[in-house]
């Protein structure tokens, strides 16, 4: 399982992440993605520890807490949603009709 932590400040390194968590117990992978364009850090990030007790623990402390001048956002991370090829409808393109005869 993994924690989310959103309303990062953009000047956030992983190092930073890792320390305030580490008071917490054992960190095992800190993720902070970034804009493929720009390169900078998005505002929020992924921490995943070595137990759930240690991330339960991270989640009370630092859920609300102020840190670089922001109030995080800490909550267990949902599961990777499947987005498929794209978005809108499933329809096949310009086609479906809808009933509608051409002749």
């Known amino acids: 399982m993994s924690i989310y932590v959103g309303n990062l400040s953009y000047d956030v390194t992983q190092q930073d992440l890792g320390e305030v968590f580490g008071e917490y117990g054992t960190v095992k992978r800190v993720q902070l993605p970034t804009d493929r364009e720009t390169g900078k850090v998005r505002g929020f990030g992924f921490v995943e520890m070595s137990s759930e007790a240690e ?49």
């Open 55 to 103: 991330e339960e623990a991270a989640i009370q402390a630092l859920d609300g807490a102020e840190w670089m001048g922001r109030d995080l956002k800490v909550n267990k991370a949902k599961p990777k949603e499947d987005r498929g090829s794209g978005g809108g409808s499933r329809g096949g393109g310009y086609g479906g009709g809808g009933g509608r005869s051409r002749y």
